[in-house]
């Protein structure tokens, strides 16, 4: 495996979902495409459960995760559970992959097809096993599912590893024209700007390492050619001090927002890491105007508080201990407050009059967005940790975003 593999996080690789009934040739499938029994291949249908994740490189599309997914033509009550595994992939699918065999009415099929053009993600339709269905079958079946699913399908032969470079050319035609473009700064900073890290290594952090969003922010600051000066929350006023000139921007833990705000100097540009997450994996303007609700809650508010990682809760948490306690300080102590953590988000948002979300380091940006749309849809305003942690010390109108 390359470096770039090894070092990219799988919620910044592309998530590729392969979709489609069971025993259709998905595993077999995702082999021939990368070149590696990725996948457990079997005769038996219903081999697949519950999605596997693989993180993966594939020659053009680079570092991706590909989601082996359940046949969604599964049936009794174990398989209807597989099958909602399955929709619940599509939330964090990139581009998708539905393979037919052939055999196929195509009902299943169109309802996907319908579901990836409703949410915008980009799919390819691959017709497999052409190798056991003969050229005159395959060009018919070709003209019908054109003609049905609106979209003529790629024929390969995953057994005998038939036309996969026709596949991966058709997949990289599907890649989003601003994918890896994003960056979590933006226009911030550039060439020769000192920016300055205030990074606290409390409880939460691993032993002898940084945390996701701070290695990635100091990654591209690196490739943007920045001067990197960073200092813990307790070291602030020294590393200005020992700094020839104020910093051109600040990026900060959310939680040492008011710290950092005594010691700025007038002319530096003050952000957070959550967020400069929010931006790069949400939609930093809802969260903004998410924000406004928390003007409006009362005693009697619900607050919904989600985080992606699932890590036992420690002392002094950020989602569990310290924003609930600077809302109930502000809203009083019977301020109603749920915390769920993974993919333990409700489906139905509406008894919630605000959800505060982390920076979703963990995610991909299509499954965050999923979560920002669901809210939107909803009528429920969201914001993110370190939108909300500003809004409450009294500063939101002063920090920037990318």
């Not at 019908?144 to 995953?158: M, N």
């Not at 929010?278 to 508010?301: N, P």
């Amino acid at each position: 495996m390359s470096d770039t593999l090894n070092d990219t996080p799988r919620s910044g690789r592309l998530h590729i979902g392969i979709y489609g009934r069971r025993n259709a040739g998905k595993s077999s499938l995702i082999n021939a495409v990368t070149g590696h029994e990725t996948a457990i291949v079997s005769e038996t249908a219903g081999t697949t459960t519950d999605p596997v994740y693989k993180s993966m490189e594939i020659h053009g599309l680079g570092p991706c995760v590909l989601i082996d997914t359940a046949g969604f033509d599964d049936s009794g009550p174990m398989g209807e559970l597989r099958v909602e595994k399955t929709r619940q992939a599509l939330e964090k699918t990139d581009m998708a992959i539905l393979v037919l065999s052939g055999d196929e009415d195509l009902t299943e099929e169109k309802f996907w097809t319908d579901a990836f053009r409703s949410r915008k993600t980009p799919f390819v339709i691959v017709l497999n096993k052409a190798d056991a269905l003969g050229p005159d079958v395959v060009a018919k079946l070709s003209d019908h599912i054109q003609s049905v699913l609106g979209s003529t399908p790629v024929v390969v032969s995953a057994r005998e590893g038939t036309n996969m470079d026709g596949l991966r050319e058709a997949l990289l035609r599907l890649v989003p024209a601003d994918w890896g473009r994003m960056n979590l700064t933006g226009s911030l900073c550039g060439e020769g700007d000192v920016v300055m890290l205030v990074m606290p290594q409390d409880i939460q952090a691993p032993q002898g390492r940084l945390i996701l969003p701070q290695v990635q922010v100091t990654r591209e600051l690196l490739d943007k050619k920045c001067i990197i000066a960073s200092c813990t929350a307790d070291k602030i006023r020294q590393t200005l001090e020992a700094l020839a000139e104020p910093p051109h921007l600040i990026i900060t833990d959310s939680q040492v927002f008011g710290e950092v705000w005594k010691h700025k100097p007038e002319q530096t540009l003050l952000t957070s890491f959550s967020i400069l997450m929010a931006g790069y994996k949400g939609d930093i303007e809802e969260f903004l105007r998410g924000a406004e609700a928390i003007d409006r809650l009362t005693l009697h508010s619900k607050v919904l508080i989600a985080e992606a990682c699932t890590h036992a809760p420690l002392d002094e948490d950020i989602g569990r201990v310290k924003i609930p306690r600077r809302l109930r300080e502000r809203f009083g102590d019977s301020l109603d407050i749920t915390v769920v953590s993974g993919t333990d988000f409700p489906a139905d948002l509406k008894p919630y009059d605000l959800v505060i979300h982390c920076g979703a380091c963990m995610f991909n940006r299509t499954y965050m967005m999923s979560r920002v749309r669901r809210a939107r849809e909803q009528g429920v305003p969201m914001c993110n940790y370190g939108v909300a942690l500003a809004k409450l010390t009294g500063i939101l109108d002063k920090v920037v975003h990318a």
